[in-house]
C-alpha cells in the first residue's frame, strides 16, 4: 500500500505563486509515474500534470503549462508542483496520485491506482 500526503494548499490572490507538495515512502516512491488532478466545485476531476518513474518526460495540461511544473525527487521520495500566475479558474482541490501501472505521463483518473487525501487551493481577491 502507498500512502501519498499532500501539503496544505491555502488562499492566495490572483498572480500569486503556491508551490504544492506531495510525499511518499522513497522506497516505492521512484517506481510510479505520478500526477496531479484537481477538481473544481461542481466539476468533474481534471488532469493538471504528471511525470513518469525517471523523471526525464513529463505533461502538463493546456490550462496549466507555462504557468505551473511538476517535478520529482525520488531520492527524498517527493514531487512538487509549481504553479505561478494563478487565476480564480485554479481554485479546486488539488490530489496527487500515483501508478505502477503506466510509463507514460497518462492523463486519465483511471490510470491511477493510489491517491493522496487532497488540498484545497483557493484563488480569491
Known amino acids: 500500500q502507498v500512502q501519498l500526503v499532500e501539503s496544505k494548499g491555502g488562499l492566495v490572490q490572483p498572480g500569486d505563486s503556491l508551490t504544492l507538495s506531495c510525499s511518499a515512502s522513497?522506497?516505492?516512491?521512484?517506481?510510479?509515474?505520478l500526477a496531479w488532478f484537481r477538481q473544481g466545485p461542481g466539476k468533474e476531476r481534471e488532469f493538471v500534470a504528471a511525470?513518469?518513474?525517471?523523471?526525464?518526460?513529463?505533461h502538463h495540461s493546456d490550462s496549466v503549462r507555462g504557468r505551473f511544473l511538476m517535478t520529482r525527487d525520488n531520492a527524498n521520495g517527493v514531487t512538487h508542483l509549481q504553479m505561478n500566475n494563478l487565476r480564480p479558474e485554479d481554485t479546486g482541490v488539488y490530489y496527487c496520485?500515483?501508478?505502477?501501472?503506466?510509463?507514460?505521463?497518462?492523463?486519465?483518473?483511471?490510470?491511477?491506482?493510489?491517491w493522496g487525501q487532497g488540498t484545497q487551493v483557493t484563488v480569491s481577491s
Open positions: 496520485a500515483a501508478s505502477f501501472r503506466v510509463g507514460y505521463p497518462a492523463p486519465a483518473p483511471h490510470q491511477y491506482e493510489y
Open positions: 522513497a522506497a516505492t516512491f521512484g517506481g510510479a509515474t
Open positions: 511525470i513518469i518513474a525517471s523523471g526525464t518526460a513529463s
